[in-house]
Every structure is written in structure tokens, then in C-alpha cells.
């Protein structure tokens, strides 16, 4: 992993990782030539912009105890952004709290990456 400023993180094979606050984890993009999806990249470290939109999709089980064993009564989550001059755009689908606003790209966590 290469470190690129304080918000982004070059994993190498054309994979840059930046932190969200909405998720309060990492996510990541792929950029330049290669297979699979790829993003655009400005080429700046410090107010990136990654193009189009990012979406992640996961799922969580759900809090009730009874259905935490029961795949089919898993939460989906999404986080949908867009990245622009270092700031991050989370869109009305996102299922965190930071859904509709714009902030800036934070710093990643101190030691993140680091073990």
C-alpha cells in the first residue's frame, strides 16, 4: 500500500482506496486500463475525482436474535456517491445517516492499513 495524502491510498494493480464516514470503512476504486469496471481518476491526491458514481452493496443480518442465522432476513445496506475535488456526495439511497449530504473526504483512521 502507498500513501498518497491523507485521504488516499494507492493499493496497487490500479486500486486507490479512499475512508468514508458514512460507512466508517474503507472503499475502493479500480482506475486506468485493465478488466472489470473502472473509474476515472483527476490524478489528484489530495481533492480527487473518481467518475461516475461509487456503489457499494452489502448485506448484515438482521438485529432481530431470532433471524440472525436465516440469510434470507438480511439487512441490505448501500452506500451511492459521488467523489468530487476531495469532497464526497452521498446520495438518497444510501442506508446510513450521512445519506443526502456533501462532506469532505476525511483523513483515514491513524494506524488504518498499517498491520
Same mark, same amino acid.
Request: charged fraction near 20%; include cysteine.
Given at each position: 500500500?502507498?500513501?498518497?495524502? @491523507? ?51 452489502? @448485506? ?31 446520495? @438518497? ?23
Amino acid at each position: 500500500m502507498k500513501y498518497l495524502s @491523507s485521504i488516499l491510498r494507492d493499493l496497487g494493480a490500479g486500486r486507490l482506496s479512499f475512508w468514508c464516514p458514512g460507512c466508517n470503512d474503507a472503499h475502493q476504486i479500480l482506475y486506468g486500463t485493465g478488466s472489470g469496471p473502472r473509474w476515472g481518476y483527476n490524478g489528484n491526491a489530495d481533492l480527487p475525482t473518481f467518475t461516475p458514481s461509487i456503489k457499494v452493496t452489502w @448485506s448484515e443480518p438482521s438485529d432481530k436474535p431470532e433471524e440472525q442465522l436465516d440469510e434470507t432476513k438480511d439487512i441490505e445496506k448501500c452506500c451511492h456517491s459521488f467523489v468530487t475535488n476531495g469532497q464526497i456526495e452521498f446520495l @438518497s439511497d444510501c442506508t446510513h445517516a450521512l445519506a443526502g449530504t456533501t462532506v469532505p473526504l476525511p483523513s483515514f483512521p491513524p494506524g488504518w492499513g498499517t498491520s
